[in-house]
Each structure stands twice: as structure tokens, then as C-alpha cells.
């Protein structure tokens, strides 16, 4: 049968084929018009690993083929060199469901110029042996022999290497001595990347997914390539360091369920042209909580979908999405996101919005206006679904605005009606069905709840201000002391004390009734004149201009004694109680109790006349009583000298 005017060939299915027809299949399709080669399952699922000799595709080179399937054939390797022997036409290539290992061929792949597609997924797939067991079909021996096609005339098929690979091939041998360990082999390959091109220069499309990759992404670089689409999930890609330079027309990239835990702040530095980025089902909520700037994210201005489904995101700073400048779409659904805490509002583009799954209870008054904000400028979407959203008077907002922006249809919430709430009082969901109902019922509890809080309020704090009254009154005096104290000492008041902070200027102050003055000018004659002691009397030695409480707070610092003139027109006196408490004060509080007061009762008070504070002092002193004799007169006037000052001989 004539193979010339054939344009697809599938021999998919046939495991006693294996690699030892592809020779010939090779030789019987040269020159043909074939397109499209399928040899996927041509060697059976269980058995030792498969490798590609040159031999196998040398007269492929002489074919158009532009698409060639072989999955599920357990290939482990490809001869170095044989990707000379593709046909330059190829654009697409499926190897998926094998067990690629890395190679030198891995450098050669620059020579396939016209691929643009590639499926190398699911490489070491587990397969089940039950089929093989049921049907009690063992795979025959696939060792190969050798073949007796005439090969001699390579005239189609001479072997093209690059410059580049040729020099890494020698340096190879000579570091082994033409032994290539796995080690060796891995590790100076990829030192040695740069030296080639890696990726074919046409290729668009790669699906490396679901290959047991394990490895930290480290710097790369690549040359000049027109990938469009790189899909690389399913790995263990644990750590993406980068940055990934290269890749400028990359538009779509799928990292997801990689266990990556660390994305540094420079990896998605150069891939700028990304419009979907799929990050799902990794640990990425260690590395974005503390990125308060927005530098992963910061350089993906053209981005328009991002997903970042199940990474434990607990937490999202405020500037996270600051630099998605485009962005259509933001997954972050399957977290444990209690709050949203970034910025909605820098997301000028945002149509959708999927926090479902969370554990959000409400949203914030900033969370909604932000929103209302989206919906005016593009239709928005949110999706708001598995989250324990709480039923409550500190919700009821939130659910008022969910209900008015469903129905006025401001803003679509996917499948409005499946949503529930908890409740307060039995923490059942209640379904949306019904949540209007429910919103009335809340709004009347809600009401009486605030007036009550209202009540309550007002209790407490008129408490606070009469417990605060209360303590004001009781230590008034005490208040007073130290304020005209602390303004004395920081507004430039003259000192209480003289410069040698031994001798005050006075020996006593007197405290005393205006209308007791007679009795004052007697002590004055008797005290000043006669025993020569200094006598601080507000009549005279006030500083005029001043504040009188400055003035009383002065001339008691200033005065060694303070005498309390007694007397019914003493007590009535609001300024006598003022420089009677003072002096109080100034005795506990400056003099450590070295009994600044002293006592002298002009005129007798009836005992129910005289205050507390009073009395307190009476009991706790001694004090002396005015006799008004002559007699009398003379010991009274020695006794206050003596009390004044008893180093005097009065």
C-alpha cells in the first residue's frame, strides 16, 4: 500500500508495536504528505524504562509532519542529538505520561524552530495493574535488536548540531571521561543553561504539569522565545526565588498545588505582559501577610485574572494589590480570611471578586462603600458564599446592603439564594429565602436594643461624672495645692524658698477674718515690734497684680508657720477655709508633718459651727486660746512667740 498520499497515521493502542517499528515506520513515511503522527500506548504500561534513538526518527527529517503524539510510552530519555531528526516543520509535540529524566537533549531542543506547542505532563503517573491482572496480559520482552535497514545514505537525515551544544558535549566528556553520572550530568547542565537555547524560538504553548518536579525555582534566564503559556502545576515547586527573566510575552501562568510556602519579592519582577496568573492550592499566606508594600505583586500591570484559592491567607495587607492596575477578577476563595483588610478601591477595573469559603462574617462600612464605588464604574460580581455570615444587630447593615444591592441588581451575588446566616440565639443557618423576614424581625429587636444601650449608656456615664464630682470635691483642696503649685515653679513665679534654701522670709503667715484685723494689728505690735518676728499679713505683703490663691500658695511656702486666727467670722470666710487647707497640704506634702499650723482661737465658736475638716484638726493639735485679760495677755502673746519660733526669748 502507497504511504505518499497519507496525511494522518494512528497506531495509538497497539502495546506489542513498541519502539522497534519506528525504523521502519520512519523509512515507509519519508517524502510522503503525513501531517499527523500518533503512536501514543505503543509499549505496554509496566516494564522498564524506554529511551528515543536517532535511528528511531533519522527519516522523519524527510517528512512534513506537523504534529506528533507519544504519550504513554514510558520514554526516560531521548539519544543526544535526536533533535536534529524531527522534521523541521513540526509545531506541535505530545510526550505526555512518561518518565522523562533530565538530559543533554534538554539543551537541543532550540533546533525544533518551528514548535510551537508542547505536552510533557504527567510524567511518572501511577497506573493501576488491575487491568493488566484481569486480563491476564503480561508485556512481552521489548529489549531491542539490531536493524537491518540500510542506513548508509544519510543524505536527508546528516546530524546538525549546534556550535554551542557540540563545545558543551566535549567539555562533558573530557570532565568524565565520557561517563555522564545523574549528578554530574544535572548539575552542570543546568550551570551551563545559558550557553544554549533552551526553548525553541517559535514556541508557544508548554505543559509541564503534574511531572514530579521537585525544586526551588532559582534565577533564571532564557533566550529570545515567543512563549505564550507556561503550565506547571501539580509540582513541587516548594520555593520561587527567580527572578524569571526571559519570558516577555508570557501571558498565562499556572503555579498552582506546588507547596510553595516562599515567593520572593523580585520573582514576578520581569513577567510583566502576565494577564492570568493561577497561584491556588499552595502556602503562599506565609509570604504575602508581610509584604505591607506590595512588592510581589507590584510589577504585573497588565495582569487581569489572579487566583489564590486555598493558600492560608489569614491576613492581606492594605497596599497587597496596589500595582494590579488591571486587574478583571481576584479569586481568594478557601481561606481563612476573617476580615478584608487591603484596598478595594485601588482596583479600578475589579469586575469579580471571590472571597467564598472565608471565614467573613460581614463586611466593613469601608468594605461596601468600596464596592458601591466598583459597581458605578463596571457591572461587579461577588461571591460571598460558604462563610459564616453572622445574623445580628452588629450586621444588620451588611445584610440590609447585600438585600437592597440583589434586588435593585447593583451588584450580582452568585446564587443569592443558597446563602445562609447564623443567628444569635441557636446558631442555625437561615437560609436568604427568608432573610427579609428576618431583617424586620432584627430591625425591631435591634431598636429596642438601642435604646437600651442608649439607657445604659447614659447610666454609666452619669455615674462616672458624679463618681468624678465626688472625688473633685473630696480632694479639692489637695487639687488646688499642687495645680497652684506646679503653675508657680513653670510660669516664672518668684522662688519660695531663698537662694541658701535654709531661712524662709517669714516666721508665720496669718490667716485671718477682715473683720478680726483689729486683733491681727495687735499681734503685730505684740509679735513684730516687740520680738522682732517677721509676719506675712495679706493686708501688706500680698504682691499686687497677682492671682490671690498665687499669692496665699507664696506666702505660705515662704513663711515658716502659718497661724490660723479662729473664730466665728474665720469660719464664715471662703478664703480663711482656702489658706486653712492649703497650709494643710503644704505641711503633709512639703514639710513631711513638721507642724506648719498653729492654732489661735480669737473668739469662741460654738462646737456645731465648726466643720469637720476643722474639728479633724482640733482633736489631732494642740492650739491656743485668746484669754482677754491683761494677765493673760502677756503669757498668750509668749506662747505664740514660742510656737513661732522657740529659739527666741519671748
Given amino acids: ?86 522534521p523541521k516543520t513540526v509545531k506541535r509535540i505530545s510526550i505526555a ?44 520482552d521489548e529489549r531491542r535488536t539490531e536493524y537491518l535497514i540500510n542506513t548508509q545514505d544519510y ?14 558535549l566535549v567539555r562533558y566528556k573530557n570532565k568524565t571521561g565520557g561517563n555522564f553520572t545523574r549528578s554530574y550530568q544535572q548539575n552542570e547542565l543546568l550551570n551551563s543553561i545559558k550557553e544554549v537555547q533552551l526553548l525553541p524560538p517559535n514556541l508557544k504553548t508548554v505543559f509541564y504539569n503534574k511531572s514530579a518536579l ?13 512563549l505564550e503559556e507556561l503550565y506547571i502545576q501539580d509540582n513541587i515547586l516548594y520555593s520561587w526565588t527567580g527572578p524569571v ?100 478601591s485601588t482596583l479600578k477595573n475589579l469586575q469579580f471578586l471571590d472571597i467564598s469559603g472565608n471565614q467573613i462574617e460581614f463586611l466593613s ?52 439564594e443558597k446563602y445562609s446566616c447564623l443567628t444569635s440565639s441557636d446558631r442555625k443557618p437561615l437560609m436568604f429565602s427568608k432573610i427579609k423576614d428576618y431583617i424586620q424581625e432584627l430591625e425591631k429587636e435591634c431598636n429596642s436594643y438601642t435604646y437600651l444601650t442608649i439607657i445604659l449608656s447614659f447610666i454609666i456615664l452619669l455615674f462616672f461624672v458624679i463618681l468624678l464630682c465626688g472625688l473633685l470635691y473630696r480632694y479639692r483642696w489637695k487639687l488646688r495645692y499642687f495645680y497652684y503649685m506646679t503653675k508657680s515653679r513653670y510660669h516664672g513665679y518668684k522662688a519660695v ?24 494689728q495687735k499681734m503685730m505690735l505684740e509679735l513684730e515690734e516687740n520680738n522682732e518676728i517677721r509676719l506675712c499679713i495679706h493686708h501688706r505683703d500680698f504682691v499686687p497684680g497677682y492671682d490671690i490663691c498665687e499669692n496665699i500658695i507664696t506666702a505660705i511656702n515662704k513663711s515658716k508657720k502659718t497661724i490660723a486666727v479662729l473664730s466665728p467670722n474665720f469660719i464664715k470666710s471662703t478664703w480663711c477655709m482656702y489658706e486653712l487647707h492649703i497650709a494643710k497640704m503644704e505641711d503633709i506634702y512639703s514639710r513631711e508633718n513638721e507642724g506648719v499650723l498653729l492654732l489661735v482661737f480669737y473668739d469662741a465658736v460654738p462646737v456645731e459651727k465648726i466643720p469637720l475638716s476643722i474639728m479633724d484638726l482640733i482633736n489631732q493639735r494642740s492650739y491656743i486660746e485668746f484669754p482677754n485679760d491683761e494677765h493673760g495677755d502677756s503669757v498668750f502673746w509668749s506662747r505664740v512667740c514660742k510656737s513661732i519660733n522657740d529659739e527666741l526669748s519671748c
Wanted: charged content about 25%; glycine content about 4%.
Fill in 1 to 86: 500500500m502507497s504511504t505518499i498520499n497519507i496525511k494522518t497515521l494512528d497506531l495509538s493502542e497497539n502495546t506489542e508495536l513498541t519502539f522497534r517499528i519506528l525504523p521502519f515506520l520512519a523509512y515507509g513515511l519519508q517524502f510522503s504528505t503525513i501531517s499527523t503522527l500518533s503512536l501514543n500506548k505503543i509499549h505496554c504500561t509496566f516494564g522498564l524504562g524506554t529511551e528515543i534513538k536517532k535511528d528511531d526518527i533519522r527519516y522523519l527529517n524527510n517528512t512534513n509532519l506537523t504534529e506528533i503524539h507519544l504519550s504513554s510510552n514510558r520514554i526516560e530519555l531521548l539519544e543526544n542529538g535526536t533533535a536534529d531528526y524531527f
Fill in 97 to 140: 505520561e512518561n518518565r522523562l529524566t533530565f538530559g543533554l537533549y534538554v539543551l537541543q531542543l532550540g533546533a525544533l524552530k518551528n514548535l510551537e506547542w508542547i505536552n510533557a505532563s504527567l510524567q511518572y503517573l501511577s497506573h493501576s495493574p488491575i487491568d493488566i491482572i484481569i486480563r491476564n496480559k503480561i508485556c512481552r
Fill in 155 to 168: 543524505s536527508y537525515g546528516r546530524v546538525r548540531k549546534t556550535n554551542e551544544t557540540a563545545k558543551l
Fill in 214 to 226: 521537585r525544586f526551588e525555582i532559582p534565577w533564571l534566564k532564557s533566550n529570545e522565545n515567543k
Fill in 245 to 344: 527573566i526571559g519570558l516577555k510575552r508570557l501571558r498565562i501562568l499556572n503555579m498552582s498545588n506546588n507547596f510553595c510556602s516562599s515567593v520572593s519579592k523580585s520573582f514576578f519582577k520581569h513577567l510583566g505582559n502576565l494577564s492570568e496568573l493561577y497561584l491556588s492550592d499552595n502556602l503562599l499566606g506565609f509570604s504575602l501577610s508581610p509584604d505591607t508594600e506590595g512588592e510581589i505583586f507590584a510589577s504585573l500591570k497588565n495582569l487581569t485574572r489572579l487566583e489564590l484559592r486555598a493558600n492560608r491567607i489569614t491576613h492581606l495587607p492594605n497596599q497587597i494589590f496596589k500595582g494590579l492596575r488591571s486587574i478583571k477578577d481576584l479569586v481568594l476563595a478557601d481561606n481563612t480570611l476573617s476580615t478584608i483588610d487591603f484596598s478595594i
Fill in 365 to 416: 462600612e469601608t468594605n461596601m462603600k468600596d464596592i458601591d464605588r466598583q459597581k458605578d464604574k463596571v457591572s461587579f460580581t461577588l461571591n460571598l458564599l460558604r462563610n459564616p455570615i453572622s445574623c445580628n444587630c452588629k450586621t444588620l447593615s451588611f445584610l440590609q446592603w447585600m438585600v437592597n444591592r440583589h434586588e435593585t441588581k447593583r451588584i450580582s451575588f452568585e446564587s443569592f
Fill in 497 to 520: 524658698r531663698s537662694d541658701s534654701q535654709s531661712d524662709f522670709k517669714y516666721d508665720a503667715f496669718v490667716s485671718y477674718a477682715d473683720d478680726d484685723f483689729p486683733f491681727v
